[in-house]
């Protein structure tokens, strides 16, 4: 498996990823310009693993200059259980601190039990004291 830096030339296939994981919400902010802001505005924070048959794996990460978050971590279903996943938290984390990032954030939605299982698992805390709110500041509801 080849790690390396998520540019936009990936969309395509890593969209066809995140489609075929259960658990991985899309919205419309993961639209092709979406997913170039979100690179352009956190470069060098967001990786893909391939192996010899194209695009297997990818996570996102991103900052706000105190806390680190992390987004679509997915691996295509067959290659699971080989530390991946892991590898890319690895990746993701150690840009992040070398950016002065120490914490980070990860959404995982509550029906998702094998997303909360790997998170829980190595060693992030569910925060159960914090509730989360949005906003929708435009007309597109899926936003």
């Known amino acids: 498996?080849?790690?390396?830096?998520?540019?936009?030339?990936?969309?395509?296939?890593?969209?066809?990823?995140w489609r075929s994981c259960?658990?991985?919400?899309?919205?419309?902010?993961?639209s092709r310009a979406?997913?170039?802001?979100?690179?352009?505005?956190?470069?060098?924070l967001s990786f893909v693993a391939e192996d010899g048959t194209g695009i297997g794996?990818?996570?996102?990460?991103?900052?706000?200059?105190?806390r680190g978050y992390i987004q679509h971590l997915a691996v295509d279903p067959a290659l699971r259980k080989?530390?991946?996943a892991t590898r890319l938290m690895?990746?993701?984390?150690?840009?992040?601190?070398?950016?002065?990032?120490?914490?980070?954030?990860?959404?995982?939605?509550?029906e998702n039990q094998a997303g909360r299982s790997y998170w829980s698992g190595r060693g992030w805390t569910l925060r159960?004291?914090?509730?989360?709110?949005?906003?929708?500041n435009g007309d597109n509801e899926n936003t």
């Not at 998520?6 to 969309?11: C, F, K, V």
């Not at 159960?128 to 929708?136: C, G, K, L, Q, V």
């Open 90 to 110: 690895t990746l993701c984390l150690g840009a992040l601190k070398a950016q002065g990032i120490e914490k980070s954030h990860v959404h995982v939605l509550k």
């Open 82 to 84: 080989r530390g991946i």
């Open 1 to 17: 498996m080849k790690y390396r830096v998520m540019q936009i030339s990936d969309y395509d296939p890593v969209i066809k990823l």
């Open 22 to 30: 259960d658990g991985l919400s899309l919205r419309a902010a993961d």
């Open 57 to 66: 794996a990818s996570i996102m990460a991103g900052h706000d200059g105190k």
């Open 128 to 136: 159960a004291e914090i509730e989360m709110y949005s906003f929708i």
């Open 34 to 44: 979406g997913i170039e802001k979100y690179l352009l505005r956190n470069p060098g």
